[in-house]
């Protein structure tokens, strides 16, 4: 898994209704980013990517906009250890 790593983000603003996930799963799996995405309690849509790291840091750039529905506010990011993801889900 050289070259691997993984990122957890969280997008804070108008994110939720508006198919971020829907649109996070479709750029992910265009890119070949494994992971997943899930509505957060607090209105926040939370994800990890794990793939190459261009790959990866593209997801999260792509997160600071998101799909045109969407007006984010801001978008936390933290590195984690790579875990050996596989494929995309929505949660």
């Known amino acids: 898994m050289a070259g691997t790593v993984r990122r957890k983000v969280v997008v804070n603003g108008e994110v939720q209704g508006v198919f971020f996930r829907d ?24 994800a ?10 593209n997801m999260v750039e792509w997160c600071r906009s998101g799909p ?6 801001s978008v936390e990011s933290s590195d984690e250890e790579p875990g ?8």
């Not at 050996?84 to 949660?91: A, I, T, V, Y």
């Open 23 to 46: 649109s996070t799963e479709q750029e992910a799996r265009s890119r070949g980013v494994s992971g997943w995405v899930a509505n957060r309690d607090d209105g926040a849509v939370e």
């Open 48 to 57: 990890v990517f794990e793939g190459d790291s261009d790959a990866v840091e």
């Open 68 to 73: 045109s529905s969407a007006s984010v506010d």
């Open 84 to 91: 050996g993801l596989s494929g995309f889900e929505q949660r």
